[in-house]
């Protein structure tokens, strides 16, 4: 069964510094991997999307890299700001096509 | 192009009783999915709709069940509500819900608190 981690569960940073949030799952067998944010009572919002295929998308201060044979991911935020405040989820979807999502990693972004 | 719907926003219910939570996808997708999401399980997958089928399934008990609409609307129902059923429900939609390009677009979720 596909398990996944988030690390660390919280963090808080002053605003402008260069940031990095993990996600560990335990099964390779996945078609992608999407990180998405999620602000308070809201639903998600997709931020990168990277193929099985692929080892790392970018999206102006976001770069997330995934590493399959070692079951990780990275999500790099640069420069970060106040409204980069949020929770963020990785989630797989396997080849069963389920979605499993990891607990989050809660940000917080000090002005 | 409007965003994925979700109807009510809020719902307040007694055990026992049953709910209906309606989703409305992006206008051309075919893919409907549900999730649970709780402070202490995190996000969990129901079950996924395409074409009025259901493609895929969490493991949650039968009381949770869910139908799609022709014109890919699609709507969840619990029955026997247990005050463990509140939550934050969300939809998502994709144009096929298969294959590595597809993103998932999330609504903004029906909160469901059983009394």
């Known amino acids: 069964k596909q398990e996944v981690t988030q690390i660390p569960a919280a963090l808080s940073v002053p605003e402008g510094e260069n940031l990095v949030l993990n996600c560990s799952f335990t099964d390779s067998a996945i078609y992608n991997l999407q990180w998405f944010r999620q602000d308070p009572g809201k639903g998600l919002t997709s931020l990168l999307l990277i193929q099985s295929s692929q080892r790392e998308q970018t999206s102006g201060r976001l770069n997330a890299s995934l590493d399959k044979s070692s079951g990780r991911s990275t999500l790099y935020i640069a420069a970060s700001q106040p409204g980069d405040s949020a929770t963020y989820l990785c989630a797989l979807r396997d080849y069963g096509q389920n979605f499993v999502f990891g607990p989050g990693t809660r940000l917080s972004v000090l002005p | 192009k409007a965003g994925v719907t979700q109807t009510p926003r809020y719902l307040i219910k007694t055990r026992g009783q049953q709910v209906t939570l309606s989703c409305s996808p992006i206008?051309?997708?075919?893919?409907v999915s549900w999730y649970q999401q709780t402070p202490g399980q995190g996000l969990q997958f129901l079950f996924e709709y395409f074409s009025e089928t259901q493609r895929n399934k969490g493991n949650f008990p039968g009381r949770f069940s869910g139908r799609q609409f022709s014109n890919s609307r699609s709507e969840m129902n619990v029955s026997t509500l247990e005050l463990g059923d509140s939550a934050l429900y969300l939809c998502?939609?994709?144009?096929?819900?298969?294959?590595?390009?597809?993103?998932?677009?999330f609504g903004p979720g029906t909160r469901l608190l059983v009394l």
């Open positions: 206008s051309g997708h075919r893919s």
């Open positions: 998502a939609s994709s144009s096929y819900g298969t294959g590595r390009q597809e993103t998932q677009y």
